[in-house]
């Protein structure tokens, strides 16, 4: 199949591909590794949401201000740090970046693999048909022979909060892609989003507020949220939980925006953003022509394939389908649903038991992620409630990071913690969690020992090189034998 056009006419392929994100990237990819012919419909950037609006511009961005923050937790090296960021090289590093939200480079790639880029809106019409919509009005109709996959991704709610409309708030994307710094922030919100943008604009120069109706990061241990609200607290952040926003006003639209709280307080600011939850982006899709509800996260199995369609053809990846909003995640369910798809095309038995080849296990048992924030946080697997109420008989080990040297040589008074949650009836680790600077490169390590359900009796022999950060390892395993054997 010729992939060096877009939009070539009407057409049948083996496989549909609705966004081209890197979960829409990732299936097409698996599919035409298999030899089967795609096409890969996208109506925004070819790259998705991930690359200009979320993970790769924020980390872009970041990454000065957490580097300068390393940098003045050394002695000999914060005497060099003098003055602020340059805002505008901050700024012109997050360009390249993404770059310069042109998707010519990925849409390039799209092409190169065999695929058919269709740019435009896709709407699947009945079992196996999409049809596409440019922005001219044309309309090309595309049928799938083995499977279409939904990839297209989630975007942000905002709460129905009296005065909302006028205060014209940032979401994940003006987060991102602002090129002005407020003078004041007041972001709501503290999870991942909500903490990494507090940590990018108090950094960059904005007085920052947070306003959380629970602790930081909820989903993590509790003693990750706390480290990073004191870690916040010292960088300058208000950091207010316990509080919700009732009201917003914003008369004049060029000028300050007014939040009411419901302790009847009122935070002033110069721009507000809300971090506050996402929404699938399958309102305006077609699923109602296939009996699903549009607008809906999408029910699917351990191979991604929809759940309440007829026929084994519609699979849903990445965030559509709820069960991790992480782009690695989504990747790895494109990867799996991908090859799952070319076994059921050429009649071939599944591998779909747990850890098979055919199957997404790790979204129950080994999910990974990290919030670069200062400190950063990362956890993979259950936390101890979570593996409680899941029914396992566990113990927690927890150990700060004082005693390994290797940390104390990375930054001056390190400080961070350190928990695994062990499962005692079968001794394998089920959740890992760190906080502290520079722990997101020791998370693998965990997601390994978590995924691969390795013995702790065989664990305690990955010997952690002299003197790294990873001698963490080192004190959570002989703390858990100590007490244990």
Not at 18 to 43: C, I, K, S, W, Y
Not at 352 to 379: I, M, R
């Amino acid at each position: 199949m010729d992939g060096t056009q877009e939009n070539q006419g009407n057409g049948t392929y083996d496989v549909v591909v609705l966004g081209a994100g890197p979960v829409g990237q990732n299936v097409a990819d698996h599919a035409r590794a298999a030899g089967l012919t795609v096409a890969v419909v996208e109506r925004e950037l070819v790259g998705g949401e991930c690359s200009y609006w979320a993970c790769v511009p924020s980390k872009a961005l970041l990454r000065p201000v957490i580097a300068v923050a390393d940098a003045r937790r050394v002695e000999g090296a914060r005497q060099a740090v003098t003055g602020g960021l340059d805002t505008a090289a901050v700024f012109s590093r997050r360009d390249h970046y993404v770059s310069d939200w042109d998707d010519t480079g990925q849409a390039e790639w799209v092409k190169s693999i065999g695929a058919v880029l269709f740019r435009g809106h896709g709407r699947i019409d009945g079992p196996r048909r999409v049809t596409v919509t440019r922005d001219d009005g044309a309309q090309h109709t595309l049928t799938a022979r083995h499977a279409v996959a939904v990839a297209t991704g989630s975007r942000p709610v905002l709460p129905d909060i009296p005065g909302i409309a006028e205060a014209r708030p940032w979401t994940n994307r003006q987060g991102t892609d602002s090129s002005t710094v407020p003078g004041r922030l007041a972001i709501v919100g503290a999870g991942g989003v909500g903490i990494e943008m507090a940590t990018l604009w108090q950094g960059l120069g904005s007085q920052v507020t947070l306003l959380a109706r629970r602790r930081l990061i909820p989903r993590m241990e509790p003693f990750a949220g706390d480290l990073v609200a004191r870690g916040l607290t010292e960088a300058g952040v208000d950091v207010r939980t316990g509080t919700q926003v009732t009201a917003l006003r914003r008369p004049d639209p060029t000028g300050p925006v007014t939040l009411t709280l419901d302790d009847g307080d009122e935070v002033e600011a110069d721009e507000v953003m809300f971090a506050t939850g996402r929404t699938p982006s399958t309102d305006d899709i077609g699923l109602d022509t296939v009996g699903l509800t549009s607008g809906s996260w999408l029910d699917v199995d351990t191979t991604c394939l929809v759940r309440g369609v007829d026929g084994a053809w519609l699979y849903a990846l990445g965030d559509v389908n709820h069960r991790a909003l992480l782009t690695h995640q989504g990747k790895y369910q494109a990867r799996t649903a991908g090859d799952a798809i070319a076994a059921r095309a050429a009649g071939r038995p599944l591998d779909d038991g747990p850890w098979g080849d055919h199957a997404t296990t790790a979204d129950q048992h080994a999910v990974p992620q990290v919030f670069f924030t200062d400190p950063e946080a990362a956890a993979v697997g259950l936390t101890a409630e979570e593996a409680v109420r899941a029914g396992h008989r566990i113990r927690t080990v927890d150990v700060d990071f004082t005693p390994a040297q290797g940390a104390g040589l990375y930054a001056d008074n390190y400080r961070g913690h350190a928990r695994m949650v062990v499962d005692l009836d079968r001794e394998v680790l089920v959740g890992v969690t760190f906080v502290g600077p520079g722990i997101s490169e020791l998370l693998h390590s965990a997601t390994v020992a978590v995924a691969g359900e390795v013995p702790l009796k065989r664990l305690r022999h990955a010997v952690a090189c002299f003197p790294t950060v990873s001698e963490i390892w080192l004190f959570l395993l002989a703390a858990y034998h100590r007490d244990h054997d």
